[in-house]
């Protein structure tokens, strides 16, 4: 059926198709705007008199700019060594658990700034508060580790270690998968 209307609607757009376009080329043109006068100032004559104007040279104007000294520092620059500075003064404290093996790339640390934390240092502490909220108190641990008790409470607010558990099925005879 589509294919029908294809044909109607070819036949139509065709239809006297070679009349329309020589009605269409046959009609008058509309004229173009007229373009705007440009006029140039006086005092630029031809353009030796304007290369002369821009190779001249200003005798007071090159005295102000000879008496001009700029000197530019990098704002960025100078706190990246700031940075680097502090980080090479800041105190530093030894590893306090890791994991055989140089597990996560970091096997060649031996100690780390205060108030900073290891990935596995980090999933310690967090699993030691979770198991024993009493002994591992947010103090404790930010007293064991450096670090300052704001970011230590956020720390335990927000970040929370995997916990894996298996949901028993409600009946006996559950389709369960058998260990290969």
């Known amino acids: ?3 029908m209307g294809a044909r109607v609607v070819r036949m139509f757009r065709n239809f006297n198709l070679e009349n329309r376009v020589h ?9 173009t705007a007229p373009r705007h006068e440009v006029r140039l100032p006086p005092s630029v004559g031809s353009s030796e008199d304007l290369e002369k104007a821009v190779t001249q040279k200003n005798d007071p104007l090159l005295a ?9 520092k990098d704002p960025a620059a100078a706190e990246d060594s ?7 003064e800041s105190e530093r404290r030894p590893l306090t658990f890791s994991l055989p093996g140089a597990p996560y790339g970091l096997g060649a640390l031996t ?4 108030g900073k934390l290891t990935i596995v240092e980090a999933l310690n502490a967090l699993g030691s508060h979770q198991h024993q909220p009493q002994t591992w108190t947010t103090a404790k641990i930010a007293q064991e580790y450096a670090l300052d008790l704001k970011d230590t409470k956020a720390f335990l607010e ?3 270690p995997f916990q894996v558990e298996i949901i028993p099925p409600k009946t006996e005879n559950a389709k369960r998968i058998k260990a290969s």
Do not use: Q, T
Request: proline share 6%; net charge positive.
């Open 1 to 3: 059926m589509s294919n």
């Open 23 to 31: 009605r269409e080329i046959s009609k008058e043109k509309p004229r």
């Open 64 to 72: 102000l700019l000879k008496s001009v000294y700029v000197e530019s």
């Open 82 to 88: 700031k940075g680097v500075a502090a980080y090479e």
């Open 111 to 114: 100690d780390v700034p205060k």
């Open 158 to 160: 927000f970040f929370i």
